[in-house]
């Protein structure tokens, strides 16, 4: 579903990506992870069309997505840290966004119910907390049916009922044949939910395997400590 | 392209500086043909107000915005949006509101007080000087990261047009006084949009003005048909390039 | 024996002043066969119709009346009219196509040496000359209209023209489209009065070396240089109105070696350079209204000893411009519209003096191409500082008496 290949990104001296290729298909649920600086956001972002690699190609649907915009309408984006126009309030944003996406039917509105998010349309986005405006960003990223969710730091800023909300709402998601990226710091938080997993370090990939994969290699039935340990081993 | 164009416009209209720009031009356009018993001297006044607070405000209120839009910009351009769309949209936005600000303060008095060429003139004119530096706007903001150095660059861009140029055409002027430069400084003159506009007003509204040997040859470049046609097109190119500059720039911006 | 005398005195009298006809209905046809007839006193009446026959010459003391506007043309081959006696009235004529030639100068109407010669209400159209006077006394020249088309200077020529006379008076004349409206070579003790002189190529009026001349309530509007007057003493000018000469060296007066002259109560409206002085003194401008000119005045420094007294300035670009530092000129009891000064004592007259002569006048002065940046913001941020601190424009021209309202001149 989405091919990417030998991507590379420099901002300045800085060498963010290198040569960095991977397959991502759908029904998959893939764990984007790596320590702080490795090129998690860069690369998302470049799937989004934010940021222009240098060299490489990238295809969505065996179509390039350099030059092309409409294969977003199939990408359900919820960045790390969302920001919005200050003086909008909730609901103006929500409307916008669907009138810029210009889809009526077929709107997913699971998040919006479970958030709440009726009760407080009147708010201007800058009076909200980091966690109010995650789940906006959810909302939005879920509302419009995307056969691709990239889900950047998802659960970071929500308090534990959200979080859990969100991680039920991911998992029906994948259930539908869905393909779901996430990145997170938080590996405990992804046992149940990935399927695999790509490790970046400095801006290469340093592995991509699929969990199961991973589990027999290492004999670890967590995770985190399968990564712990195949760190320990290099 | 319209319904960004139609978010953004509501969101500019909304802004209170806008409403205080229409209010500050209406107050100073009709005190100026309220307080002048000719109408000439009203639309010099008005000239005056177009060549100098009209490029400030445009300049400004439009990096300004920019840069206070970048989240907006962001979660555009993450949504199935071309890029160019939600730049041009921006501009025709910023430009729009601006223009509107500018008909509804000076182009009502304008038009009662001064219901002839002459205004209708000065209306294009001061719509083509505001979209000119809406366009310089984005040109300093998409090359700026930094917004306070962003809205330097724009005050630099706005003095040197509105006095430096001037200045260096005087000193090119005393330096060459020997040689015939008549034509090629008309030529250098042409380069500035406000020294534009401000000839071609003045070659309607002040006569006067222009004489001798540099007045004559001002109108016989700039005062028929052609000559305004060849002007109102120079001015529409400043409109154009500094965008078009900025647009090929944010195509393959980073966000 | 009474009767007899009566009846001599009839005789006498009728055959001194008999009245020929001319025209088709009557039995003389042709112009010059009635002057052929005609002695001197006699008065020869032209009926309406065209009659072309050259030159005409009159050359004995008769009253030369049309009756009907009878046109005389030239054909552009003759002079039509050319004056040889004393005393000739010409009288209700349309003249038209005379001659064109740079050496004799032909002319609708030419007098030679004469005097007391008197030629009113004519039409003349479309010739070289209009009419000319060539060392003339006494001679009257009123209500005719005049009126050329040519479009260079090469090939036209004067409307009124006088050379080398004295006592003419020129009134309520129209001149439209010659080179000079109205030229004065060493003319002498003349008035001129009324006229409106429009359209001229060259100059609406130009005289040189013609003292005492007079020149009251005219009109000179929209001519190709204006008026010029030149190596001249003792002018006055009273009541004219100078509108609207435009162009690179177009004035609505030109004043060039003028001595001891008078310029009072004129108005000057929309010239490129309503006043400009050189090489002149002791002269004195007064009560005149300067409005919407490009330059209200300009003196040369090459000028000294001219008073500028209670005149208005109102919305001129430039009250004054001059050439140099040197000013030898007074300057007094002026309103000038640009003047931002105050007046405490409510005397009327402003406390602080006006300095009319701008920074960026005397930049136009040095560089006219400067031009280029009239109404910029940094001229007129240059032409406030130095209002506040001269350094460049002289000191001393100053009006120590600016007046706080206009003066009400009509």
Same mark, same amino acid.
């Given at each position: 579903?989405?091919?990417? !290949? ?24 893939i ?5 702080n600086?490795?090129?998690? =956001? ?26 092309d915009?409409l ?15 200050? =003086?909008? @309030? ?33 708010k ?7 966690? =109010? @405006? ?6 939005l #990223? ?13 659960? #970071? ?10 991680k ?5 998601? !994948? ?8 990145? *997170? ?9 990935? *399927? ?7 801006g ?5 395997? !699929?969990?199961?994969?991973l ?10 400590? #399968? ?8 | ?51 100098f ?24 351009? +993450? /949504? ?18 601006? $223009? ?37 706007a ?15 660059? +724009? ?19 005393? /330096? ?23 000839i /071609? ?6 006569a +006067? ?31 154009? $390039? ?7 720039k ?5 966000l | 024996? &009474?009767?007899f ?6 005789f006498s ?17 042709? %112009? &010059? ?35 009907g ?7 552009? &081959?003759h ?32 007098v030679y ?45 004067n409307?009124?023209?006088?050379? &080398? ?31 409106i002189s ?50 690179a ?16 109560n004129?108005k ?46 109102i919305?001129?670009t ?7 530092s ?11 519209d ?49 209002? %506040? ?15 706080m ?6």
């Open positions: 579903m989405i091919e990417i !290949k030998n991507i590379s990104k420099k901002f300045g001296k800085l060498e963010v990506l290198k040569n960095v290729s991977a397959s991502c298909n759908s029904g998959q649920c764990a984007l992870i790596g320590p600086g490795c090129g998690k =956001t860069t690369l998302i972002k470049s799937i989004l069309g934010m940021v222009i690699p240098d060299s490489g190609s990238m295809e969505f649907n065996q179509k390039s997505i350099f030059g915009y294969y977003r309408e199939k990408i359900g984006y919820m960045p790390q840290i969302g920001r919005y126009p200050d =003086t909008m @309030t909730i609901g103006e944003i929500i409307e916008m966004v669907k009138k810029i996406r210009n889809s009526k039917d077929n709107l997913d509105e699971d998040l919006f119910r479970d958030f709440e998010i009726e009760k407080m349309l009147n201007q986005m800058r009076t909200l907390s980091g966690g =109010t @405006t995650q789940k906006i960003s959810a909302v #990223a879920f509302m419009f049916n995307p056969d691709v969710l990239i889900l950047d730091e998802p659960t #970071a800023g929500l308090d534990p009922l959200a979080a859990e909300v969100l039920e709402k991911i998992i029906k998601e !994948k259930g539908k044949g869905k393909l779901i990226l996430i990145t *997170s710091h938080l590996l405990s938080e992804l046992d149940d939910l990935i *399927s695999e997993i790509i490790f970046m370090q400095e290469k990939i340093f592995f991509h395997k !699929k969990v199961n994969e589990k027999e290699e290492t004999q670890e039935d967590k995770i985190s400590k #399968a990564i712990a340990k195949i760190l320990r081993a290099n | 392209m319209n319904r960004i164009v139609k978010i953004i416009l509501s969101d500019i209209l909304k802004n209170k500086i806008v409403l205080v720009y229409t209010l500050i031009l209406a107050v100073l356009s009709w005190s100026s043909f309220g307080m002048e018993d000719n109408t000439a001297k009203g639309m010099l006044t008005i000239l005056n107000v177009i060549l607070t009209v490029p400030l405000v445009s300049i400004l209120f439009a990096t300004i915005y920019i840069y206070n839009s970048s989240e907006f910009i962001e979660l555009l351009v +993450s /949504q199935p949006i071309k890029r160019s769309k939600i730049w041009i949209s921006l501009f025709i936005s910023l430009s729009l509101s601006l $223009i509107i600000s500018f008909l509804i303060g000076s182009g009502i008095p304008l038009l009662i007080n001064a219901p002839d060429f002459n205004g209708i003139m000065m209306l294009i004119i001061g719509v083509l000087i505001t979209a000119i530096f809406v366009s310089l984005f040109f300093s903001a998409i090359f700026n990261r930094d917004k306070a150095r962003g809205i330097g660059t +724009s005050i630099v861009i706005w003095l040197f047009f509105a006095l430096i140029f001037d200045g260096l055409i005087l000193f090119l002027l005393f /330096q060459f006084s020997d040689y015939p430069i008549e034509k090629p400084m008309i030529f250098v003159t042409s380069l500035s949009p406000i020294d534009l506009a401000r /071609q007003m003045l070659l309607h509204l002040d +006067s003005a222009m004489m001798g040997y540099t007045g004559a040859l001002f109108k016989e470049y700039f005062g028929n048909g052609i000559g305004i046609a060849v002007s109102l097109l120079l001015l529409f190119i400043w409109v154009i $390039i500094p965008f078009v500059l900025s647009l090929k944010f195509k393959t911006k980073d | 024996m &009474k009767y005398l009566i009846i001599l005195l009839f009298l009728s055959l001194k002043a008999t009245t020929i006809h001319v025209g088709k209905k009557h039995e003389v046809k042709s %112009v &010059k066969k009635g002057i052929a007839l005609a002695k001197d006193g006699d008065t020869l009446i032209v009926h309406g119709g065209l009659y072309k026959e050259g030159n005409i010459k009159i050359d004995k003391r008769i009253v030369f009346l049309g009756k506007l009878p046109v005389l043309d030239g054909e552009k &081959k002079e039509v009219l050319s004056i040889h006696a004393d005393s000739v009235v010409v009288d209700g004529f349309k003249i038209i196509r005379c001659a064109y030639a740079t050496i004799t100068d032909p002319c609708g109407i030419k040496n004469r005097s007391h010669v008197l030629i009113q209400n004519n039409v003349l159209d479309d010739n070289f000359f209009g009419i000319y006077l060539q060392n003339a006394q006494k001679c009257t020249i009123k209500n005719n209209t005049l009126k050329a088309y040519g479009k260079e200077e090469q090939q036209l020529g409307g009124i023209h006088c050379w &080398k006379s004295n006592d003419i008076l020129i009134i309520a004349n129209r001149i439209d489209g010659h080179r000079d409206g109205i030229y004065f070579e060493f003319v002498y003790d003349s008035l001129i009065w009324r006229n429009t359209n001229n190529v060259r100059y609406g009026l130009h005289f040189m070396f013609s003292h005492s001349d007079t020149y009251i309530t005219n009109i000179f509007r929209n001519n190709g240089a204006g008026v010029a007057v030149m190596y001249t003493k003792d002018v006055k000018m009273f009541n004219n109105t100078f509108d609207e000469n435009w162009g060296s177009a004035y609505g007066l030109l004043l060039k070696d003028i001595t001891d002259s008078y310029i009072f004129n000057f409206n929309s010239n490129t350079s309503a006043i400009y002085v050189e090489g002149s003194s002791r002269n004195k401008i007064e009560k005149n209204q300067f409005n919407a000119n490009g330059w209200a005045m300009q003196i040369q420094a090459s000028s000294m000893d001219n008073e500028v007294v209670n005149n208005n300035f919305g001129n430039f009250d004054m411009g001059t050439n140099g040197l000013v030898l000129n007074t300057f007094d009891s002026n309103y000038w640009k003047y931002e000064g105050y007046d405490l004592n409510k005397d009327e007259i402003g406390d602080v003096p006006y300095h009319p002569l701008s920074l960026f006048a005397v930049l136009i002065e040095n560089n006219p191409s400067a031009m280029l940046l009239f109404r910029s913001f940094m001229i007129t941020l240059l032409d406030k500082s130095e209002k %506040v601190l001269p350094s460049i424009t002289p000191d001393n021209f100053i009006d120590n008496k600016p007046q309202k206009p003066l009400p001149l009509l």
